[in-house]
């Protein structure tokens, strides 16, 4: 297999992968994510020299032995492969080889020393060893540039730095430092070429790189570094089971002789069973054994043993063993809210005074707005239509479908005891930000509000730079639309005229469509790095727009919008950049009046085809997840959609329901820690749960903020950390607890709301 890594990023690809905020960089050492510009690769050298760079970057992944070169390709021999740039604050360069020397033709330095930075990853930094980092430089201009050997991630602080004022012709630098921190298997090495402290521009200019090479010296002091592998041979929902749900294992162990047993919190055996298997766990590269006690119903608390002595974290079972955590993956979003001041008695530490409550300059304009309010998205503290539209659905959804989970008022919000469900409260928070998303005089919504880069992970109150709203799209307004029609039909008898203006605004954004159905979809301006939320075609939004408003108004424009789609095909998808299966849902429960026979026939049909491909996907899993091949970024999103499918399918003729059922519940059990890596995927929960999520403020207290689901595993290695780490993971495994991996380890809104509402449907059905 080849391994040498190759840093090619399509960023829209990457962006759909996830359908998260992800974030950039940070000053102290930038270039941190998904939307950083990175240069692609060229690859025109040979299948030989390809060979060769396979060898030379095994050999420095194996251990990086003394007198070897850990930066593979550091004489520019086989193009830029394995060489990134980050650009920020206004820089802007061209990035390429010429007779095997790398060329950093730049154009715009930018506003800071990191506005320009040519960067590569891949290599580690052992405790205790003595390095040799050296490189040859030239330049057509006299400047200062900054060298670093730097923590990718967090604060971004450098091992090794240094600020070198080169001239033009060619020079050889090299330095030798020793590594007294910690062991960091994924660290940085940058070149520093924006606009350095003292200087206020710079003009353009040429730098030319040649010979980069980092050398371990001297090992006999290297502190080698214990990994502690926390992880179970048996693994299972950590959090623990209904009385009558189903309840499963997945064991991994050796030498065993086909048995489990389950002890309780003395040791005592209380139930027994033999196992199935072995079956192919592919995505993992497994063979595992299963084992179902689904008929021991007695609550406590357990564990689940085999014959060599293996045995799984603690669980429950019980009528509340769910309770807490449906009310605190609630709460993320409470503690995620932006613009007021969140309280401790709710947030503990993770509470803030108001945050991000300035005007907001609209971009290409010098017009500014007040754009206060809704929820910080993800591990950053940006705001997005698209991923609030989801999000809010999806509470909608669970408010509807579970009424006695949810038609609540004493989860424990600031609104709780004003009358109105809390569901329908946090919903609405992040309503009335998106209401002043819309522009007033076009009924269009803008895509998105944040600062121009990512900021440092602080907390949200020390994120000060310009707000800037981005410009209006599509996705943007079709979602809009959607949602403020569904909340006009909810609010209606408890907040009229916020009802009222809902459907005036939904009205406003869907005539905004018809008139603009050839817009481009939403492109990041040069400027603006933070996450982009790029989808392609707008045609699921506005269909899921028109069957709400249609359900609403009962008016033909709508009706036959929708219509015309269904007769070409089905659309499907719950997430941010897949509408469709909301706008199904809506067409389901109108009014029978209002159905074409026919059409929901084809939808129940085209349904139940989907949910069948993931209960197969199930069945024949080793782990029993329905994610077949499908380890994306995010892929705990898909997890919860491929079960929210099966639940839909119940609805079709000829439909297993026990089946979907039973392959619903396996879904949360795999979140809860049913899967390969053994983490429950939800913080604060579980024997072994994220401690570093790629989150500001977690990073910002040093501990986790409890209930969040993190994404999960993401088989596209889309992280320097996961492609230095784990390069040779199966997809299923392709998962690490460090706030590194934004590609595995973030979080966001629109994860923890399709979590509630599998949650409460499982909570629901048993």
């Keep these: 297999m080849k391994r040498t890594i190759t840093w090619i990023l399509v960023l829209a690809m990457v962006l759909a992968f996830s359908g998260c905020g992800m974030d950039a960089a940070e000053p102290a050492a930038p270039a941190e ?146 590594m007294e921190e910690e062991t960091d298997v994924a660290p940085r090495l940058c070149f520093n070429f924006g606009t350095p402290a003292s200087v206020t521009a710079l003009d353009p200019h040429v730098i030319t790189l040649d010979n980069v090479a980092v050398i371990l010296l001297d090992d006999s002091h290297v502190i080698k570094s214990e990994v502690v592998d926390l992880s179970k041979n048996v693994n299972l929902d950590q959090v623990g089971f209904l009385p009558d749900a189903r309840k499963t294992a997945v064991i991994r162990s050796e030498g065993i002789d086909g048995t489990f047993t389950v002890k309780d919190t003395s040791g005592k055996e209380v139930y027994s069973g033999k196992l199935t298997g072995p079956v192919d766990a592919v995505n993992a590269d497994e063979k595992v054994y299963r084992a179902d006690f689904s008929d021991f119903k007695t609550p406590g608390e357990y564990t689940v043993c085999v014959s060599n002595g293996d045995e799984s974290y603690p669980f429950k079972i019980g009528e509340d063993v769910y309770d807490d955590l449906l009310k605190d993956t609630f709460l993320m979003l409470y503690r995620q809210r932006c613009g007021m001041e969140t309280e401790e008695k709710i947030a503990g530490e993770f509470a803030h005074p108001v945050c991000h409550d300035s005007e907001a300059l609209i971009y290409g304009t010098d017009t500014y707005k007040d754009v206060s309010g809704g929820w910080h998205d993800a591990g950053d503290y940006g705001r997005y239509v698209v991923a609030g539209a989801t999000t809010v659905e999806d509470l909608f959804l669970a408010y509807e479908d579970f009424p006695t989970l949810w038609d609540r008022d004493d989860i424990g919000i600031p609104e709780s005891g004003n009358g109105i469900p809390d569901i329908l409260d946090e919903a609405a928070y992040e309503l009335k930000w998106m209401l002043k998303m819309q522009d007033e005089k076009t009924g269009g919504v803008y895509h998105k509000v944040t600062c121009r880069e990512f900021p440092e992970f602080v907390m949200p109150q020390e994120e000060t730079e310009e707000l800037v709203i981005a410009a209006v799209s599509n996705t943007a307004t079709g979602d809009f639309a959607a949602v403020m029609a569904k909340a006009s039909d909810l609010y209606a008898d408890i907040d009229p005229a916020f009802a009222k203006t809902a459907l005036d605004a939904a009205k406003k954004a869907y005539a905004y469509l018809e008139e603009h159905k050839s817009a481009p979809s939403y492109k990041n301006p040069e400027e603006i790095t933070t996450g982009e939320y790029p989808d392609g075609q707008y045609k699921d939004e506005m269909y899921w727009a028109a069957v709400e408003l249609y359900r609403l108004t009962g008016e033909e424009k709508y009706k036959q919008y929708a219509e015309e789609l269904l007769d070409l095909y089905i659309l499907h998808g719950f997430g941010w950049d897949k509408m469709g299966s909301y706008g199904n849902i809506a067409y389901l429960r109108m009014d029978e009046a209002k159905q074409d026979p026919a059409f929901r026939e084809k939808i129940l049909t085209d349904i139940k085809k989907k949910a069948d491909e993931y209960l197969q996907n199930a069945e024949t899993d080793g782990y029993m997840v329905a994610l077949g091949d499908n380890y994306c970024w995010g892929s705990n999103l898909s997890v919860c959609a491929y079960a929210r499918q099966m639940l839909l399918a119940r609805e079709a003729p000829g439909a297993d329901q026990d089946a979907y059922e039973q392959a619903a519940y396996d879904q949360l059990s795999y979140i809860l820690g049913q899967n390969a890596t053994g983490y429950c995927f939800v913080t604060g929960y579980g024997g072994l749960s994220a401690q570093n999520p790629h989150h500001r403020p977690s990073v910002a207290v040093g501990k986790p903020m409890p209930g969040m689901v993190i994404g999960g595993p993401d088989g596209f290695g889309e992280d320097s950390y996961v492609k230095s780490v784990l390069a040779d993971e199966p997809p299923a495994k392709c998962y690490a607890d460090n706030a590194q991996s934004y590609s595995t380890n973030e979080v966001t809104i629109y994860w923890n709301s399709p979590f509630v509402y599998l949650l409460s449907a499982m909570m629901d059905t048993y």
């Design 33 to 178: 994510e998904k939307t950083e510009t990175v240069q692609e690769a060229t690859d025109t050298d040979s299948g030989e020299a390809d060979a060769e760079a396979d060898e030379e970057q095994e050999t420095a992944e194996e251990g990086s032995g003394v007198g070897v070169n850990m930066v593979v390709n550091g004489d520019f021999s086989n193009g830029i492969e394995n060489w990134g740039t980050y650009l920020n604050h206004g820089g802007s360069c061209d990035f390429r080889e010429e007779n095997e020397q790398a060329i950093v033709d730049i154009d715009k330095a930018g506003a800071t020393d990191y506005g320009v930075q040519i960067f590569y990853d891949g290599f580690k930094l052992d405790q205790g060893g003595v390095y040799e980092f050296s490189f040859d430089i030239d330049t057509t201009l006299e400047r200062d540039v900054e060298v670093r050997l730097q923590l990718n991630g967090g604060d971004y602080h450098a091992y090794f730095g240094q600020i070198l004022t080169v001239k033009p012709g060619m020079e050889h630098y090299s330095f030798e430092f020793t």
